[in-house]
């Protein structure tokens, strides 16, 4: 009833952008005087899906693992058994090129790294889906949440590869 609804609060929550993130743990480091690069901040709001929570919780946990040192992309991706971007090219790259052996090699690779497998297959699966994005769009910068140079990146490889491939 109107009676009700007049006396209640409404929230509309949405997903936060990746580049708001991103922002706002800079600020934050600002403030507490913390050095970090900008591709960890990038990479810790591209892994926290738009939910601000995550993002500063992700942080806590880089901050309280590497005291006083500098947070670095590196560090980001040890802390939580991840690997850069750059290796999902690469594998894409030797799927491309029916290059089983190498595929097989960079899985051996981030396995003995000790990376979490799971997020690997979870993160592979992403940048096929951007791929096909990237591939099948006019201006996947207003779908994907990234930076520019990524972006270009996918779309040079979404180039050498079919939708049904992918």
């Known amino acids: 009833p109107v009676t009700i609804l007049s006396r209640c609060q409404r929230f509309d929550f949405r997903r936060i952008t990746t580049g708001d993130i991103t922002k706002r743990l800079e600020y934050y480091m600002e403030l507490e005087n913390i050095e970090v690069e900008h591709a960890a901040t990038e990479y810790i709001a591209y892994l ?48 491309i090129n029916r290059d089983s052996q190498k ?16 997020q690997f297959v979870l993160d592979g699966i992403m940048h096929f889906r951007n791929l096909l994005v990237a591939q099948n769009t006019s201006d996947p910068q207003s779908i994907l949440d990234y930076s520019a140079d990524y972006i270009e990146q996918l779309g040079e490889q979404a180039k050498q590869v079919s939708a049904a491939s992918l």
């Open 48 to 95: 926290a899906d738009g939910g601000m929570r995550d993002a500063l919780s992700v942080l806590d946990q880089c901050i309280s693992f590497y005291f006083e040192e500098k947070i670095t992309l590196e560090k980001v991706l040890q802390l939580l058994g991840a690997v850069d971007k750059s290796v999902f090219f690469e594998l894409t790259k030797a799927i």
């Open 103 to 118: 595929a097989i090699e960079i899985c051996e690779e981030i396995n003995i790294q000790g990376r979490d497998l799971r």
